[in-house]
């Protein structure tokens, strides 16, 4: 069964452009979970997607925002990037909402702002 | 108190040793635990989950839950250097949305 995978895997953008990041999860996995990774602050949550719908959100301002599709892929984007926004982004999916299940994650994009 | 904490590391252990990792967490509620594996570079890969109190053993792997006084751990038996990486501990926090948070892992390092 194929892991779960991003795109892109690197990105290059500079202060005030937009990005978005695709994630495809494993193969009968509905749930679609959103990591932001610095050496700094360790990994930290984003948001959950489960069935299409919103069903959790961090701390992060309002320019983080995603969706998910029919098929269970889910984007990510941030607008109006920082300097700050460089970092690893990671997607991960399981089987179940919530956080009781297993999350496996993906292999991350690599964001740098410029 | 942050809601999970571990030990930042390096911790050093020589190679056929017994390394054993710790975290702690606040929220009494929480149900699952899962400890992650992250090389330089690369995304976070399971090791474990446990769920109830006791111990759980999967190959060189034991996890260690203790809910009564909010700990669980990682023992990693006859370590290799390829155990060397950053260990992850994950906690469901039940009082904040269902969310899990990731302590800021162990950076652990075997010697040869």
């Known amino acids: 069964k194929a892991g779960v995978t991003q795109t892109p895997r690197y990105l290059i953008k500079t202060r005030g452009q937009q990005v978005t990041l695709s994630c495809s999860p494993i193969?009968?996995?509905?749930?679609v979970s959103w990591y932001q990774q610095t050496p700094g602050q360790g990994l930290q949550f984003l948001f959950e997607y489960f069935s299409e719908t919103q069903r959790n959100k961090g701390n992060f301002p309002g320019r983080f925002s995603g969706r998910q599709f029919s098929n269970s892929r889910s984007e990510m984007n941030v607008s109006t990037l920082e300097l700050g926004d460089s970092a690893l982004y990671l997607c991960?999916?399981?089987?179940?909402?919530?956080?009781?299940?297993?999350?496996?994650f993906g292999p991350g994009t690599r964001l740098t702002v410029l | 108190q942050k809601e999970v904490e571990q030990n930042s590391g390096p911790l050093s252990v020589p190679e056929g040793a017994i390394a054993s990792l710790n975290c702690t967490y606040s929220d009494r509620g929480s149900q699952s635990f899962f400890w992650y594996r992250q090389y330089s570079g690369k995304s976070p890969e399971l090791i474990m989950s446990?769920?109830?109190?006791g111990d759980k053993e999967d190959g060189r792997f034991t996890a260690q839950l203790n809910k009564a006084s909010q700990y669980v751990s990682l023992l990693i038996r006859d370590s290799q250097p390829s155990d060397s990486a950053t260990y992850l501990c994950a906690v469901n926090i039940m009082n904040r949305d269902d969310k899990i948070i990731f302590g800021k892992g162990t950076r652990l390092h075997i010697l040869p």
């Open positions: 446990i769920y109830s109190n």
């Open positions: 193969s009968g996995h509905r749930s």
């Open positions: 991960a999916s399981s089987l179940l909402a919530g956080s009781t299940d297993t999350q496996y």
